[in-house]
């Protein structure tokens, strides 16, 4: 089992910024070599925002948070970010973290997933 927590979300105002933290757990953790970032706002389709490896050697950014979103890890606290600056109203949603085998960008490869944290940008 694997056990993935967010924090940090909350409501801003559009231009401001908030720093995500997924603190990952779990006997079966050593396996999963990539931690992921998904967003998904009501109505809409869950949406790729960030994936790294632990190792670092891996990034991938979504076209929609490039530039402005950042993905980084600890790796000694098994923690993994997402940097969020210049945010919008319409980086508005939920975000979880998930955990993979091989970095990905496609969510249904991401074995386990964080209860998810609520992004609120008010314009």
């Known amino acids: 089992q694997v056990q993935l927590v967010e924090s940090g979300g909350g409501l801003v105002q559009a231009g401001g910024s908030l720093r995500l933290s997924c603190a990952a757990s779990?006997?079966?953790?050593?396996?999963?070599?990539?931690m992921g970032w998904f967003r998904q706002a009501p109505g809409k389709e869950r949406e790729f925002v960030a994936a790294t490896t632990w190792s670092g050697h891996r990034i991938y950014i979504a076209d929609s948070v490039e530039g402005r979103f950042t993905i980084s890890r600890d790796n000694a606290k098994y923690t993994v970010y997402l940097q969020m600056n210049s945010l919008k109203p319409e980086d508005t949603a939920v975000y979880y973290c998930?955990?993979?085998?091989?970095?990905?960008?496609?969510?249904?490869?991401?074995?386990?997933w964080g209860r998810g944290t609520q992004v609120t940008i008010s314009s």
């Open positions: 779990g006997r079966a953790f050593s396996i999963y070599d990539s």
């Open positions: 998930a955990a993979s085998t091989q970095i990905t960008t496609i969510a249904t490869n991401y074995d386990y």
